[in-house]
């Protein structure tokens, strides 16, 4: 035996015949003979992502209005941060008090990213408590 020669003459690689089955190692497959708890986690995981997403997408299509001084000034947004609208009453139009107006919108983008909150955890929180709890920020 060389030290410096690792090569066996004996051993041969077959050509790889049939494309990768991972239900194989994990079961659940058709070869497989038998249920793997592996296979039904990877199903399972597979399922919430499909959950997230689609939770994901609505979020995202959602509109939602903040509003402040009993809907005096109203802003209107959607699920992924973006401001779309801003109605101000003109009955809160004061020259001689630009503060409280100022004031309205800020509480209406309050509202807005309460709510948009809100919306967030009534979507996302069931995924969340399916991943076990054990992911900070998603629960």
Request: charged residues 15%.
């Amino acid at each position: 035996m060389s030290i410096g020669s690792c090569a066996d003459p004996a051993i041969t690689l077959e050509p790889v015949t049939q494309p990768f089955d991972p239900s194989a190692l994990f079961g659940g497959g058709d070869n497989a003979g038998g249920d793997n708890p592996m296979a039904g986690l990877l199903a399972q995981a597979q399922q919430m992502q499909e959950q997230l997403l689609a939770a994901q997408n609505e979020i995202a299509a959602a509109e939602v209005t903040g509003s402040a001084g009993n809907g005096l000034v109203t802003v209107t947004g959607n699920g992924t941060g973006e401001v779309t609208g801003v109605a101000i009453d003109p009955k809160v139009v004061d020259p001689e008090d630009v503060d409280t107006l100022q004031d309205l919108v800020l509480g209406a983008l309050a509202d807005l990213a309460s709510k948009r909150e809100a919306l967030t955890q009534e979507k996302m929180g069931p995924l969340a408590g399916g991943l076990g709890g054990g992911l900070p920020g998603l629960g």
